[in-house]
T-cell receptor, first 115, second 115 residues
Framework: AQKVTQAQTEISVVEKEDVTLDCVYETRDTTYYLFWYKQPPSGELVFLIRRNSFDEQNEISGRYSWNFQKSTSSFNFTITASQVVDSAVYFCALRGYSSASKIIFGSGTRLSIRP | NAGVTQTPKFRVLKTGQSMTLLCAQDMNHEYMYWYRQDPGMGLRLIHYSVGEGTTAKGEVPDGYNVSRLKKQNFLLGLESAAPSQTSVYFC??????????????FGPGTRLTVL
């Protein structure tokens, strides 16, 4: 079975603080993809990143960075110097090689950035 | 490119009524999906299609039917709406099965209320 757990339901920080969103996954597949999506208050889902299981290199994109650790089955997302526009619900997701085209989403973390 | 579009954006139904949600994509994607999003539960896959003329069940298919008569369109039908189907429905599409091309792109969502 596959599962994605985002234990942090809500996080609130003051602007310019760094914040890390946790994602823990379970899968029996040795080959899989992990994703992060952002859902701003307007409601649409915005793709942020895809990482395959063979690539444990951390990735940085501007103020965003992702830490993938297979040893702990985690794919955490850090926002550096947060801004009010980062306020959104963030979803972590998993697609395993054996699950055809099915992507399993976590329940999401609502991030609020206070001015 | 409009990307993935959904109609309608909002709808209110009475219990027992039927309706069809339309998803259209102009990216020539083979794969299309329907999800529902409920508070605290992330996104759950209802049905998906791996190509024109094909459909398959996802995680929560009961009470829904789908059709993919044209590659660019994926219809989600509710034959007899129930209050439990009150949700936000998202359509997504992806290019094809492949480790470099299977990122899903989402439509803006349809907010459905069943009274």
């Amino acid at each position: 079975a596959q599962k994605v757990t985002q234990a942090q339901t809500e996080i609130s920080v003051v602007e310019k603080e760094d914040v890390t969103l946790d994602c823990v996954y379970e899968t029996r597949d040795t080959t899989y993809y992990l994703f992060w999506y952002k859902q701003p208050p307007s409601g649409e889902l915005v793709f942020l990143i895809r990482r395959n299981s063979f690539d444990e290199q951390n990735e940085i994109s501007g103020r965003y960075s992702w830490n993938f650790q297979k040893s702990t089955s985690s794919f955490n997302f850090t926002i550096t110097a947060s801004q009010v526009v980062d306020s959104a619900v963030y979803f972590c997701a998993l697609r395993g090689y054996s699950s055809a085209s099915k992507i399993i989403f976590g329940s999401g973390t609502r991030l609020s950035i206070r001015p | 490119n409009a990307g993935v579009t959904q109609t309608p954006k909002f709808r209110v139904l009475k219990t027992g009524q039927s309706m069809t949600l339309l998803c259209a994509q102009d990216m020539n994607h083979e794969y299309m999906y329907w999800y529902r999003q409920d508070p605290g539960m992330g996104l759950r896959l209802i049905h998906y299609s791996v190509g024109e003329g094909t459909t398959a069940k996802g995680e929560v298919p009961d009470g829904y039917n789908v059709s993919r008569l044209k590659k660019q369109n994926f219809l989600l039908g509710l034959e007899s709406a129930a209050p439990s189907q009150t949700s936000v429905y998202f359509c997504a599409s992806s290019y094809e099965e492949g480790w470099d091309t299977d990122t899903q792109y989402f439509g803006p969502g349809t907010r459905l209320t069943v009274l």
